[in-house]
């Protein structure tokens, strides 16, 4: 299949928007995360032992700053876009997504992979994301090692501080493994 000038545009569009998402999660710049996602984003996170939901923008920032917060250490890799174009303002993708999560409060060294299934939509000329969902490949979570040495942490800096943080259980489900 041709595509058009428009068309290569519009999919680089949509591969920046997403990394801008890992860098914003990653660094918890809310700011650049402020304008990624549509006013109706849909979220469906299903990991391990857990699931998140959320619905509305304002919702899943709260989810963001309170999750990737100052005892928390992140690095997310989204590799191997598959986007496809569903009409002149929407699209589809799938990232497969590598990660690492440090809980520095509960100690714990999460690594893993997952598969993202996003809708991106075009609003004012300007892709966003209207769904995120993920499953995970695969999940291991295990103590963080007694003698591991974190020399560097930007969210300790950049991340919502303990006492300043709020309550998102409602938007988590946990299950016994």
Excluded at 52 to 68: A, P
Excluded at 149 to 156: E, G, S, V, Y
């Amino acid at each position: 299949m041709a595509y058009t000038l428009q068309q290569l545009s519009d999919m680089e569009d949509i591969r920046t928007l997403k990394h801008r998402y890992f860098r914003g999660i990653d660094t918890a710049d809310m700011t650049l995360l402020a304008d990624m996602f549509t006013d109706d984003i849909g979220v469906d996170y299903r990991g391990g032992n857990y699931r998140v939901r959320v619905e509305g923008r304002e919702n899943f920032l709260d989810f963001l700053v309170n999750s990737f917060n100052s005892d928390a250490v992140a690095m997310h890799h989204g590799h191997m876009p598959e986007i496809t174009l569903t009409g002149e303002d929407s699209a589809e993708g799938i990232w497969y997504l590598e990660d690492i999560f440090i809980n520095l409060e509960l100690n714990l060294h999460t690594i893993g992979s997952a598969i993202y299934r996003d809708q991106y939509r075009r609003e004012g000329g300007v892709w966003k994301i209207a769904r995120t969902e993920y499953d995970r490949v695969f999940e291991m979570v295990r103590p963080l090692a007694a003698d591991a040495q974190i020399t560097c942490h930007h969210l300790a800096t950049a991340g919502r501080k303990r006492e300043d943080r709020t309550d998102i259980s409602h938007l988590i489900e946990w299950e016994t493994v």
